[in-house]
Every structure is written in structure tokens, then in C-alpha cells.
């Protein structure tokens, strides 16, 4: 096992931050997002950004003549938009939408790519003891984040909520390619593998139509597909949690995906406590202490999930299960009991990530 004791402490910054953003702020080195491809280049970036899967994508490829390019990147989006139209939980008509609908009465039919994700996310819920969970919808609505409304439950609600959120009662017959649920009232959210998933389509159709070097960036789940022309890696910054444009370091990425979940993308402020959207399905409560998870590894889908998973676990048993995993890497940063920000991370980052502040 790698050694994941690494631990930088800050002094504490200032207070929380009151707009809540869709995305994580993952700028890289020139300028915000793409500024990147600018060096060493001679022709510009071809970019486009749209609203898709919750929040604002950003497609940009570098390296190919401007009719070439648009060409992919209206491929790529077209596949984002076929995922989402898929995977929405918002939208009507969506497959998960059917599912939550009707789940527990009948099996209901999946495309192949929701089987993935269902079946991907249930993996990755055994590989974290339960840390990730994509039942965790009827929490969700309890506190009142599916709905952007503030709301802070009682025992009891939290017991009958808790009580429905069990990945280990969706039942997939392979065979049929159908999903069905054991329990009257369960829903399922893939906001936490979705989004990451159709980075990797996007990327997967870039590559397909020639592209070497490109980003994909879904408000804060990127992929970086290749490497500059001058450097051996992309330069993705980490956030700062608590300041706003800023950053606390500078880590090196090639071919990889980079997902952050952070207690400042989606949060509300009662009795002068912040309650942010991730929630530990054993509690039934918002993850406490946990600032910001950042994990880098070979696919946007398993990055996006184990950021939310080692965000619920903690520093010690997010990082020692990150250590045992092949090709992953991870940065968690938290509040320590005397109120100063620990930054820590795998092992493998030590010559990857310079810490800026």
C-alpha cells in the first residue's frame, strides 16, 4: 500500500462563500479552463460551451483546423445530450425518470449505457462499504436539495428516508436488460456517475474523429485528452474552498480525468450552519468537516463517483482506500478540530501536485 499520510495545514480561511455554483472552479495554468492550450500552439483553440447535464460544458480542442474541429465537437455534444436525455432524473422522459416512476411496480427496460452506470455505481457502492449510493434520491428530496429549498428534518422523517436508500435492493436482470426496485417509494440519482460518464462519451467521440488534444470540462468533471505541445502534462488548478477564484495548488494531468466534489457547490446556511448536498446514506445527514475531494483517474464516470464516496469516508478511510486503487489519485483537504485547512493526498501525487497558497 502507498504511503497517504501527506498532510499540508493552512491557516483558516475566511468565511463560507454565500452564491452557490453548479461546478467546481478547475482552471488551468493561463488563463480559466482553456488558457492552457495557448502555449506553444500556433493555431488558436476551437471551443464551445453549452448547458448541458445540470451545468455549463465546455468542449475545446486544440491542434486541428476550425472545420475539423467543430465537427467533432458538435459529435461530442450531440452524445452528451443523448446521455442526459437518458440519465435526468429532470427530465420526464428520461429512463430514470421511468425507473423512479415505476421501479417497484414492473421491470423497467435500460439502454445499455444506464445499465453501465446502475451497474458501475453499485461496484463502486460495494468497493466503499456504502459510501456512494445512487439510492440516495428520497435524502436528497428530504433536505431539500432536489428542489433547491433548504430543509431540516426530523428523526423520524430522516428514519422513513433512510429506510429507502439501499443500492443493494435494485435488482438487474442482465439478461433482460431490465432494473426494477425491491421497495415501494425508492428513486435513484446518477448525479454523482452521470455527468462523469458523458465526459468520457464526449472524449471517447473526439478520439473517434481524430482528436489528440482536447478538454472536456462539465462544470468541474474534465477529461484532458493528451498532452500540450510544449509540456509533458496539463496544469488543472484545485479550488479554493473557501475563496473564491482562487486556488490552493497546481496538479499535473495527462490522458486522465479530474472530478471535485466540494461542501460549496451545493449547500444551504440554517441556524448558521452550513449543510452541504452530499449526503452520508448510514446518517441520513449532510458530510461534515470534508471541504473538497479531488480524485484524478483513467475515467471521468469512476472519478466523479469515488470523489463523492472518499468525500463521505473522510481523510483517513478516503485516502487509505484511494491508495489501494490502481490508477487513482486523490486530494482531500478538511477542516481540522482547531479550525485550520489540512490538505491531504495519495502518495502517487507527491511529485504532481505543487501547493500554491
Avoid at 443523448?82 to 416512476?101: A, D, H, Q, T, V
Avoid at 428523526?155 to 415501494?184: C, D, H, M, P, Q
Avoid at 425508492?186 to 471517447?204: E, N, P, Q, S, T
Amino acid at each position: 500500500m502507498r504511503n497517504h499520510k501527506l498532510q499540508i495545514r493552512l491557516r483558516r480561511a475566511g468565511g463560507p462563500q454565500r452564491k452557490n455554483y453548479l461546478g467546481v472552479l478547475c482552471y488551468v495554468l493561463s488563463a480559466l479552463w482553456c488558457g492552457l492550450f495557448l502555449a506553444g500552439c500556433q493555431k488558436p483553440p476551437i471551443r464551445e460551451t453549452r448547458l448541458l447535464l445540470g451545468t455549463t460544458v465546455q468542449i475545446t480542442v486544440k491542434g486541428k483546423e476550425e472545420a475539423e474541429a467543430r465537427k467533432a465537437i458538435e459529435l461530442a455534444f450531440k452524445e452528451i445530450e443523448r446521455i442526459e436525455n437518458l440519465m435526468s432524473k429532470y427530465r420526464e422522459g428520461s429512463e430514470i425518470s421511468i425507473l423512479n416512476r415505476e421501479g417497484a411496480k414492473r421491470p423497467v427496460k435500460a439502454s445499455e449505457d444506464t445499465l453501465r452506470v446502475i451497474r458501475e455505481s453499485i461496484r463502486v457502492g460495494e468497493l466503499t462499504d456504502g459510501a456512494f449510493d445512487i439510492t440516495i434520491s428520497p435524502l436528497m428530496e428530504l433536505w431539500g436539495f432536489s428542489k433547491k429549498e433548504g430543509h431540516l428534518p426530523g428523526e423520524e422523517e430522516l428514519r422513513e428516508a433512510r429506510g429507502l436508500v439501499n443500492y443493494g435492493r435494485i435488482s438487474l436482470n442482465e439478461e433482460e436488460g431490465t432494473i426494477r426496485f425491491e421497495k415501494e417509494g425508492m428513486k435513484i440519482d446518477l448525479g454523482g456517475a452521470a455527468k462523469g460518464y458523458g465526459v468520457d462519451r464526449a472524449a471517447d467521440v473526439l478520439r473517434e474523429n481524430g482528436i489528440s488534444r482536447a478538454i472536456v470540462n462539465a462544470g468541474g468533471d474534465m477529461y484532458l485528452l493528451g498532452k500540450p505541445l510544449d509540456r509533458d502534462f496539463w496544469q488543472v488548478g484545485l479550488k479554493h474552498p473557501r475563496r473564491e477564484g482562487e486556488i490552493l495548488g497546481l496538479i499535473k494531468v495527462r490522458d486522465e480525468a479530474v472530478a471535485t466534489s466540494g461542501d460549496y457547490q451545493k449547500y444551504f446556511i440554517l441556524q448558521g450552519k452550513r449543510f452541504c448536498h452530499i449526503i452520508n446514506p448510514v446518517t441520513g445527514r449532510p458530510v461534515q468537516s470534508t471541504l473538497s475531494v479531488t480524485v484524478i483517474a483513467r475515467e471521468a464516470m469512476r472519478a466523479d463517483a469515488l470523489a463523492t464516496a472518499l468525500f463521505v469516508l473522510g481523510s483517513e478511510r478516503g485516502l487509505k482506500l484511494a491508495s489501494c486503487l490502481e490508477g487513482v489519485e486523490a486530494i482531500i483537504v478538511r477542516e481540522d478540530d482547531s479550525g485550520e485547512m489540512a490538505i491531504s493526498m495519495t502518495d502517487g501525487l507527491r511529485d504532481r501536485v505543487t501547493i500554491t497558497k
